[in-house]
C-alpha cells in the first residue's frame, strides 16, 4: 500500500511565499532597469545638450567673425556695404541703411528672443565665407546677408541672402545679444547695450563685437523633475519652465575681426 505523506506536495502557504518572493524579486529587477534606463535618458540628453551647444557656438562664431568682410577690389570702400532697404529685409523688417554697417539687431523684448543679420561679401576667387546654405550659387563680390534667430518650435534658423529658411538646430529655447559699441574710435568696445540703444543712439556702424547667449534645452523629458530655474542671459531672466526638460546657458563674446585694425 502507498504511503500517502510520501506524495505531498507544496502546501497553499508555502506557494503564496514563493509568489511573493518572486515578485520583489521581479519589482526590484524591474526597478533597477527603470533606474537604469533613467540614468542612461538623463547623461544621454545632457550630452546632446552639451553637443547641441557647442555647435551652435561654433557656428554663430565662425559667422559673426567674417561680419564686415570685403571682396578683393572693396576693401577701403564703405558704400560697397550700401544696401537698399527694399532689397534686404530678411526677418522682422532688419534693413541696412548706413554706408560700412555691417550689423543690425532687432531686440526681442522682455524674455523674447532677439533677432540679428549680419552681412559680408563673396570673395573673388573661391567662397571662403560661411553661407547659411550651402548650395547658393556664389558670385564674386555679391553682398551676402544673413539672418539669425529663434523660431516658435525653439529651434535656431538661419535664413539665407536668397530669403531661404534654414534649420541650423533644436532645443534652442532663447536667443540674447548686447552689442559693442565703440564710441571712441579706437575700434575696442566700450559698452555693451541692446539692439534697441544701438538703433536709438545711430550707433551701427560703431558696432565691433557681440556677446550672446543661448539657452539650450533637451530635446525629451529626462528625470521627473520639473526645472524650477531661473535662467540668466546677459541681464534677462528667463524661467522657471516647470517642466522635465534639462538646460543650459551657453555665453560667447566674438569681436568681428574685419572692423578691427
Not at 12 to 34: D, P
Not at 90 to 116: H, K, M, R, Y
Request: hydrophobic share 45%; proline share 4%.
Amino acid at each position: 500500500m502507498m504511503n500517502k505523506l510520501a506524495i505531498k506536495g507544496f502546501s497553499i502557504v508555502e506557494l503564496l511565499v514563493a509568489i511573493t518572493i518572486s515578485s520583489l524579486l521581479l519589482l526590484g529587477v524591474t526597478k533597477i532597469f527603470i533606474d537604469t534606463k533613467a540614468s542612461y535618458s538623463l547623461r544621454e540628453g545632457l550630452s546632446r545638450l552639451q553637443e547641441n551647444g557647442r555647435f551652435a557656438m561654433d557656428l554663430v562664431q565662425i559667422s559673426f567673425r567674417q561680419t564686415g568682410f570685403k571682396a578683393d577690389g572693396f576693401q577701403s570702400d564703405n558704400a560697397a556695404f550700401l544696401v537698399d532697404a527694399g532689397n534686404y529685409g530678411p526677418a522682422n523688417n532688419i534693413d541696412f541703411l548706413t554706408a560700412g554697417q555691417v550689423i543690425a539687431g532687432l531686440e526681442g523684448g522682455g524674455t523674447n528672443s532677439d533677432t540679428l543679420s549680419f552681412r559680408f561679401q563673396q570673395p573673388s576667387v573661391a567662397p571662403f565665407v560661411v553661407e547659411c546654405n550651402p548650395n547658393l550659387a556664389p558670385v564674386a563680390g555679391a553682398t551676402l546677408v544673413n539672418t539669425i534667430y529663434i523660431a516658435a518650435d525653439s529651434t535656431l534658423h538661419c535664413i539665407d541672402s536668397a530669403g531661404n529658411d534654414q534649420q541650423i538646430i533644436d532645443g534652442v529655447q532663447n536667443l540674447q545679444i548686447l552689442y559693442g559699441v565703440d564710441s571712441d574710435l579706437d575700434r575696442i568696445a566700450d559698452m555693451y547695450i541692446p539692439a534697441n540703444t544701438v538703433t536709438a543712439n545711430s550707433d551701427w556702424p560703431q558696432v565691433v563685437s557681440v556677446r550672446l547667449a543661448l539657452l539650450l534645452s533637451s530635446v525629451d523629458p529626462a528625470i521627473n523633475a520639473p526645472d524650477t530655474a531661473v535662467y540668466n542671459l546677459l541681464g534677462t531672466n528667463v524661467g522657471p519652465f516647470n517642466d522635465n526638460l534639462r538646460r543650459h546657458v551657453f555665453t560667447t563674446s566674438v569681436a568681428f575681426r574685419n572692423q578691427l585694425p
